[in-house]
């Protein structure tokens, strides 16, 4: 199974950073294995996708609302995915999920969720 564990949430105000980070264990495959996404919820509002990394690394994809202001990244010596959040407003205000997509066992997981405000 894979196990995720999320960090770093927290308050910030308009502007400001964060960064999240999430360290992954597999009891099967590797960590390069792994498709890393981080997706987010909003209260009353369905989670969405905010940015993927494929397995190795060299392929991106973010939601057009956090494109030029959020970046993810994955180290494999940490085993490790962050999502810098930079430039941050009030519409970012969500629980925030680290997901993995295990090729070994062909399902995804879910981590627990951290919490990021943004208000002033």
């Known amino acids: 199974q894979v196990q995720l564990v999320e960090s770093g949430g927290g308050s910030v105000q308009p502007g400001g950073s964060l960064r999240l980070s999430c360290v992954a264990s597999s009891a099967g495959g590797s960590f390069n294995s792994l498709e890393l996404s981080w997706y987010r919820q909003a209260p009353g509002k369905e989670r969405e996708l905010v940015a993927s990394a494929s397995s190795n690394g060299r392929t991106t994809d973010y939601a057009e609302s956090v494109k030029g202001r959020f970046i993810i990244s994955r180290d494999s010596t940490k085993n490790t995915v962050t999502l810098q959040m930079n430039s941050l407003k009030s519409e970012d205000t969500a629980v925030y999920y680290c997901?993995?997509?295990?090729?070994?066992?062909?399902?995804?997981?879910w981590g627990q969720g951290t919490q990021v405000t943004v208000s002033s």
């Open positions: 997901q993995a997509w295990s090729s070994y066992y062909s399902r995804g997981y």
